[in-house]
């Protein structure tokens, strides 16, 4: 648990954490939003519509990302935005699980305003799956 | 070309009915994306840091947003397939915590639709305002849309 210094120097790396997604994250996530998409659960149907098979929701990627950024700091309000971009769909193996890398850099930081700007490398495979992951962040 | 119809840019569709936050959506909804910061779960721990209740996680706000967006989406003037629509771009602004017990009302802004190479983006903007018409949290999402041939 921690909160961003006023004196974190740009460059610096707050944490590296991984996280699994397996099919049942992805029904669970289903429910939770409402977002029903088939392509996130029905295997036949994801195929049919060019898919190498089930994807997780792109939604559900950034909250897990975001999600280890705030349980990363002491205060999750301490997150005033974060956006993202889709840059590669996240296939779903079953059996089995996906994991996602998840790095956190300081990417610049705006001592007038006391905010950062932190940068989300997450990866799967060594390969980005989200673009532009940025969170601005209230330093203390 | 798409079908998505771009004179819709400047239209607010503000129809979708409140939505009424509770714990237990918001602990759901934590749980399903991984949250464990106890201002999600425990109302104690919530109150201790000065909120009414627990609080929800940081892209919460998208369970209001893409419900108030299916307006737009599905209304057959929008001219959006939704069977050929990716999510492109997705972000998030707090004005402050959404905090259970909270009835919040969406307004989805139609911010742009471009059309490069047979896909059109489109661009809304979800203003999410409380029952005092202060503003809570702003989601601005772009989708792409494929046309017949892309």
């Not at chain 1, 971009?85 to 998840?102: M, Q, S």
């Not at chain 1, 610049?108 to 490398?121: I, P």
């Not at chain 2, 919040?104 to 029952?131: F, N, P, Q, Y």
């Amino acid at each position: 648990m921690s909160a961003l210094a006023a004196d974190v120097g740009v460059g610096a790396e707050l944490f590296s954490a991984t996280r699994s997604v397996d099919r049942a994250a992805l029904v669970r996530y289903a429910g939770a939003s409402g977002d029903f998409n088939p392509i996130h659960w029905n295997e036949r149907f994801a195929l049919e519509v060019g898919l190498p098979g089930v994807i997780a929701h792109g939604m559900l990627t950034m909250g897990v990302a975001g999600s280890a950024l705030t349980d990363w700091l002491d205060d999750p309000t301490d997150v005033l935005s974060y956006g993202v971009r889709f840059t590669r769909p996240v296939p779903v193996p079953d059996p089995g699980a996906v994991e996602l890398l998840i790095v956190a850099t300081v990417g610049a930081v705006d001592a007038g305003a006391g905010t950062a700007r932190v940068d989300l490398r997450v990866t799967v495979e060594d390969k980005t799956v989200l673009g532009k992951a940025q969170a601005q962040v209230r330093l203390h | 070309m798409t079908e998505v119809n771009a004179d819709l840019v400047g239209r607010v569709f503000s129809g979708t009915p409140p939505c009424v936050v509770s714990a237990v959506k918001i602990a759901e909804f934590a749980e399903a994306v991984g949250a464990h910061s106890p201002l999600h779960h425990d109302t104690a721990a919530a109150r201790a840091a000065g909120h009414t209740d627990v609080i929800a996680p940081v892209t919460f706000a998208v369970v209001i947003a893409q419900r108030a967006e299916a307006e737009y989406i599905n209304s057959p003037e929008a001219g959006i397939d939704f069977s050929r629509v990716v999510h492109a771009n997705e972000a998030f602004t707090a004005h402050r915590p959404i905090v259970a017990g909270d009835r919040l009302h969406a307004a989805v802004h139609v911010d742009a639709v471009t059309e490069r190479a047979g896909i059109a983006m489109v661009s809304t903007r979800c203003e999410i305002t409380d029952d005092a018409g202060d503003p809570v949290s702003s989601v601005t999402s772009t989708l792409a849309v494929r046309g017949a041939d892309a």
